[in-house]
C-alpha cells in the first residue's frame, strides 16, 4: 500500500499477522524468563548471554539485533539491547554490572519462520528510587496512552500526541531521535511511529497494518548523545531515562498488542 512520496506501508496477510502473533508471543517469553536474572552484581554481558542462549537454544528463533547493521552503523554486537539508568537506548552489553537502584531496559526482537516481534520493559535492580520509579510508570502509561488511540480513521500523530501531552503535562521530555517503527518480514519498515505530535495528522491508521509504539521519556532534558561504540545513546544531561516497547496490530475495528505473554505486565491503572 502507498501511504505518500517515498513511503511504503505493508498491509500484513492474515498469514503474516499469525506468524507475527507468535513472534511477539516469543519476544515477550525472552522478558519473562530474564526477569529473575536481573539483580544486583549481574553484568549486562550476562544477561545478553541468558537471552541468546534461550533464544537460540530453547524457543530456536533468532537474535535480530545480532550483526544488524542499518545505513551508517557498523554491526551491532549482541543479541539483545540493555540500557541503563541515563542510557536511552541501543546500550550495549558488556561488563557492566548492575547494583541496587539501577533501573535498566531490555530491549528484545526475535526473528521466527522470517518475522519479526519486538518489545520492550523496564527492570528495577533491587529497590528504585522515587524518581526512578515515577518515571518508568509513567513512561509506560505514556506508551498505553498512545496504544488506545490506534484503531482505522485515527492518525499517527494521534498516538505521538497522547504520548507527549502525558509525559511533557509531568515535567519529563520525549526523545525526538528515536520512534517506533513498522514491522514484519523486515525489522524496520514504514511507518515511523512519532512519540510527539499534533493529533489528527500524519498517515491514517488501516487495518492490518503493524508497528512498534516505544516511547523513550526523560526525566531531564530531550537532548541526547551517542557514545563511542557507535550504539549506547544517553541523556546529554545524564538524566535517568526511560523506554517501554509493544509490537501492535491494527485491527478491524481497534488494535491487538502482539507482544505479551504471560509475565506481561498489567495494562496501567491511569494515575498521571
Given at each position: 500500500?502507498?501511504?505518500g512520496?517515498?513511503?511504503?506501508?505493508?498491509i500484513?496477510?492474515?498469514?503474516?499477522?499469525?506468524?507475527?502473533?507468535?513472534?511477539?508471543?516469543?519476544?515477550?517469553?525472552?522478558l519473562?524468563?530474564i526477569?529473575?536474572?536481573?539483580?544486583?552484581?549481574?553484568?549486562?554481558g550476562?544477561?545478553?548471554?541468558?537471552?541468546?542462549?534461550y533464544?537460540?537454544d530453547?524457543?530456536?528463533?533468532i537474535?535480530?539485533?545480532?550483526?544488524?547493521?542499518?545505513?551508517?552503523?557498523?554491526?551491532?554486537?549482541?543479541?539483545?539491547?540493555?540500557?541503563?539508568?541515563?542510557?536511552?537506548c541501543?546500550?550495549?552489553?558488556?561488563?557492566?554490572?548492575?547494583?541496587?537502584?539501577?533501573?535498566?531496559?531490555?530491549?528484545?526482537?526475535?526473528?521466527?519462520e522470517?518475522?519479526?516481534?519486538d518489545?520492550?520493559?523496564?527492570?528495577?535492580?533491587?529497590?528504585?528510587?522515587?524518581q526512578?520509579k515515577?518515571?518508568?510508570?509513567?513512561?509506560?502509561?505514556?506508551?498505553?496512552?498512545?496504544?488506545?488511540e490506534?484503531?482505522?480513521?485515527?492518525?499517527?500523530?494521534?498516538?505521538?500526541?497522547?504520548?507527549?501531552r502525558?509525559?511533557e503535562?509531568?515535567?519529563?521530555?520525549?526523545?525526538?531521535?528515536?520512534?517506533?517503527?513498522?514491522?514484519?518480514?523486515?525489522?524496520h519498515?514504514?511507518?515511523q511511529?512519532?512519540?510527539?505530535?499534533?493529533?489528527?495528522?500524519?498517515?491514517?491508521?488501516?487495518p492490518?497494518?503493524?508497528?512498534?509504539?516505544?516511547?523513550?521519556?526523560?526525566?531531564?532534558?530531550?537532548?541526547?548523545?551517542?557514545?563511542?561504540?557507535?550504539?549506547?545513546?544517553?541523556?546529554?544531561?545524564?538524566?535517568?531515562?526511560?523506554?517501554?516497547?509493544?509490537?501492535?496490530?491494527?485491527?478491524?475495528?481497534?488494535?491487538?498488542?502482539l507482544?505479551?505473554?504471560?509475565?506481561?505486565?498489567?495494562?496501567?491503572?491511569?494515575?498521571?
Amino acid at each position: 500500500m502507498q501511504a505518500g512520496a517515498g513511503v511504503v506501508i505493508h498491509i500484513k496477510t492474515a498469514p503474516e499477522i499469525e506468524t507475527m502473533r507468535i513472534a511477539g508471543r516469543l519476544a515477550s517469553e525472552v522478558l519473562d524468563y530474564i526477569e529473575p536474572y536481573v539483580v544486583p552484581g549481574v553484568t549486562t554481558g550476562e544477561l545478553d548471554e541468558l537471552c541468546h542462549r534461550y533464544m537460540v537454544d530453547v524457543q530456536k528463533t533468532i537474535p535480530a539485533p545480532l550483526n544488524y547493521a542499518p545505513p551508517g552503523y557498523g554491526p551491532y554486537p549482541k543479541s539483545i539491547c540493555t540500557s541503563v539508568n541515563h542510557q536511552v537506548c541501543h546500550g550495549v552489553p558488556g561488563d557492566k554490572k548492575l547494583k541496587d537502584g539501577d533501573v535498566v531496559n531490555l530491549d528484545i526482537t526475535v526473528i521466527y519462520e522470517g518475522y519479526h516481534g519486538d518489545t520492550s520493559r523496564m527492570y528495577y535492580v533491587g529497590e528504585p528510587s522515587i524518581q526512578a520509579k515515577r518515571l518508568c510508570e509513567l513512561t509506560y502509561e505514556a506508551m498505553w496512552r498512545g496504544i488506545e488511540e490506534i484503531r482505522p480513521g485515527k492518525h499517527l500523530g494521534d498516538i505521538g500526541h497522547a504520548i507527549q501531552r502525558l509525559a511533557e503535562g509531568a515535567g519529563y521530555s520525549v526523545v525526538r531521535e528515536f520512534c517506533g517503527h513498522g514491522i514484519g518480514a523486515k525489522f524496520h519498515e514504514d511507518p515511523q511511529v512519532l512519540h510527539y505530535g499534533r493529533a489528527g495528522t500524519g498517515i491514517e491508521l488501516k487495518p492490518g497494518m503493524i508497528f512498534t509504539v516505544e516511547p523513550m521519556i526523560n526525566a531531564g532534558k530531550a537532548a541526547i548523545k551517542q557514545l563511542p561504540d557507535g550504539w549506547t545513546v544517553i541523556t546529554k544531561d545524564h538524566s535517568l531515562s526511560a523506554q517501554w516497547e509493544h509490537t501492535i496490530l491494527v485491527t478491524d475495528e481497534s488494535y491487538e498488542v502482539l507482544t505479551v505473554s504471560s509475565g506481561s505486565p498489567a495494562r496501567p491503572a491511569y494515575r498521571f
